[in-house]
Each structure stands twice: as structure tokens, then as C-alpha cells.
């Protein structure tokens, strides 16, 4: 399969505590991509890169996809898109983010 998908950045959920008693938020990243035109695309694997550990997380047919983060991390990530049958296409180019403390 071609390289289907561009993925990019869409939103960063804030870290905030609002009071003493309070969890802080999780902190997250939300990307998105465009929808492949090719009808044998029926999915799509965002990979998440920190350090030597790669997971792979399967967004369906869908074009946006969240992920949790840990604060003070910088993770990369790419995408593929897949058939059927399982094949993957050529992985996107990686991009990369810095979780704030």
C-alpha cells in the first residue's frame, strides 16, 4: 500500500489541578488525519515512540484518534493506514511532541 495518511497534531490536553483536593488531569495528544480515498483502506494504527518503546494503538476507521501521555515525556508518533487482510501501508513521517511538566 501507497503512504496514505498525513497526521498531524490537533489538540494537547492541558494539565491543570483546580483545587488541593483535586487529581490533575492526565495530560493527552489528539491527532488527526484525512480519510484515505482508497476503498480498500478499512483502518488505521497510530504508533507511539518514547525512548526504546513502541505501542501501536488501533484507531479503526476514523480519523482522529486520542492518546494518553505522561507529563515531562517526548513521544513521536506516525501512522499507517490498513486493509483487510491486515497489510499496513508505508508508515507517515514521525512527529514528535514534549509533554510540559
Do not use: H
Request: net charge neutral; proline share 6%.
Amino acid at each position: 500500500m501507497k503512504q496514505l495518511l498525513i497526521i498531524t497534531i490537533l489538540a494537547i490536553a492541558s494539565v491543570a489541578v483546580t483545587a488541593a483536593k483535586s487529581k490533575p488531569t492526565q495530560p493527552s495528544v489528539t491527532l488527526e488525519w484525512n480519510l484515505s480515498p482508497d476503498s480498500t483502506v478499512t483502518g488505521y494504527k497510530i504508533y507511539r515512540v518514547e525512548k526504546d518503546t513502541t505501542l501501536a494503538y488501533d484507531a479503526g476507521n476514523t480519523n482522529r484518534y486520542t492518546i494518553p501521555l505522561l507529563k515531562n515525556r517526548t513521544y513521536a508518533f506516525f501512522g499507517t493506514a490498513y486493509n483487510s487482510a491486515g497489510i499496513e501501508s508505508e508508515p507517515t513521517e514521525t512527529i514528535t511532541y514534549e509533554v510540559p511538566r
